[in-house]
């Protein structure tokens, strides 16, 4: 059985880990929660991605959370995010009192439809929160230019696109605030959950410093500047993290790698409806290798006979989900969204895969279009 997921995300890293247990469990100060290893991390990620400001927080979902309380939202803003999407692009608009209006996506890049995105933006808009998607990033500099032309925040979620870049700039380097996750799964996945925010604004950077740790500025203990947050990150998973950093290259390009075999075998079936993800504006960082299927149940089946594992994200687009039904009006929608909500089929594209299960998989997926 070839999985979707890796069968032992850290198998060589199981002795570092231990390491780092006894370390921190031995050391005087037995400090487990925003320490020197923290401010380590920050300041390797800052160094690797220019950012002014990076701030470690306790997930990605917490990042996206602190980084829409600071751009300011609150009862009667609203947000225009991506209707195919992970559910944290609205949730956190929501727990935060926020409107959330969706926008539908592109038919083949999976994003969010700058077009439609802009044309959803009012006199109430407060924020837009472009998402990259699997292997492609969002046009960025087409909404940096919308959020200075129409005075509002931009939030850029690059939670699965760690490593990837446009036109020179790092992923979660466009917006005026920027996360990423390290959920363990993710291409810089850590041993749990995880997260960072960027931003060059040191304003900003304050606010989110103090909203990770309960409204505190870090210095003074128990004096709260504002309502906050526990968002705080390990000492254990910082370690961890600055422990795999230096591997971080090499497994985007074996990802890569894998990726361009891919899609080079999949190029002759687009007219028999296998589409795979478009070269452009993918950063080279393959969080997922998604493709798009018109016959999507029946080629799982075929991969699944030959024990090949693969995954669906977001088969219900969010504005159709029931938790976020107020935001959708009767005759609303998101034709693009419920599109590749319904033909979306990821295949295996981790690291450590070897190239011949990289071909069998291939070989599978071509000889049933065959």
């Known amino acids: 059985m070839i999985p979707f997921f890796p069968p032992d995300l850290f198998e060589t890293d199981r002795e570092v880990m231990l390491k780092i247990l006894y370390e921190l469990g031995t050391s005087p100060e037995q400090r487990f929660i925003l320490g020197e290893s923290t401010a380590m991390l920050e300041q390797e990620i800052a160094d690797l991605t220019g950012a002014r400001h990076v701030i470690a927080c306790g997930s990605g979902t917490g990042a996206l959370t602190l ?3 600071a751009a300011g939202v609150g009862p009667g803003d609203e947000v225009v995010v991506p209707a195919f999407c992970c559910q944290p692009v609205a949730s956190t ?3 935060l009192g926020g409107t959330v209006v969706f926008a539908d996506v592109d038919p083949l890049t999976m994003v969010m439809d700058p077009d439609h995105a802009e044309s959803l933006i ?10 990259h998607v699997f292997s ?12 200075e032309r129409h005075g509002v925040a931009l ?12 036109d020179g700039r790092q992923a979660g380097r466009w917006g005026h605030l920027g996360v990423v996750s390290f959920f363990q799964v993710k291409a810089f996945g850590t041993a749990g959950e995880g997260g960072m925010v960027f931003t060059d604004d040191p304003d900003l950077a304050t ?7 309960h409204g505190q500025d870090g210095k003074h203990r128990f004096l709260h500047h504002r309502i906050g947050y526990n968002s705080r990150f390990d000492e254990v998973l910082a370690r961890f993290q600055l422990h795999r950093l230096p591997g971080f290259a090499e497994r985007l390009e074996r990802r890569a790698r894998i990726a361009d075999y891919y899609s080079e075998r999949f190029s002759g079936f687009t007219d028999r409806g296998l589409v795979p993800p478009p070269k452009g504006r993918n950063g080279r960082c393959y969080y997922v290798y998604s493709l798009l299927v018109e016959r999507r149940e029946d080629l799982r089946a075929y991969l699944t006979e030959r024990q090949i594992g693969t995954h669906i994200y ?13 935001f959708a009006a009767p005759g609303d929608s998101w034709p693009n969204a419920s599109l590749v909500s319904a033909r979306n089929l990821a295949i295996p594209i981790w690291p450590h895969l070897t190239d011949e299960q990289v071909e069998y998989i291939a070989d599978s997926v071509c000889e049933f279009f065959e």
């Open 93 to 95: 608009v929501a727990n």
């Open 122 to 131: 009012t006199s109430r808009t407060r924020a837009i929160m472009p998402a």
């Open 314 to 326: 977001y088969p219900v687009p969010l504005p159709l989900q029931p938790a976020f039904s107020a």
């Open 136 to 147: 492609i990033m969002a046009d960025m500099p087409r909404y940096r230019r919308m959020a």
């Open 67 to 69: 980084a829409v309380h």
């Open 207 to 213: 606010i989110v410093r103090q909203l990770r740790n």
């Open 155 to 166: 939030i850029e979620d690059a939670a699965v696109a760690q490593g990837a870049v446009l």
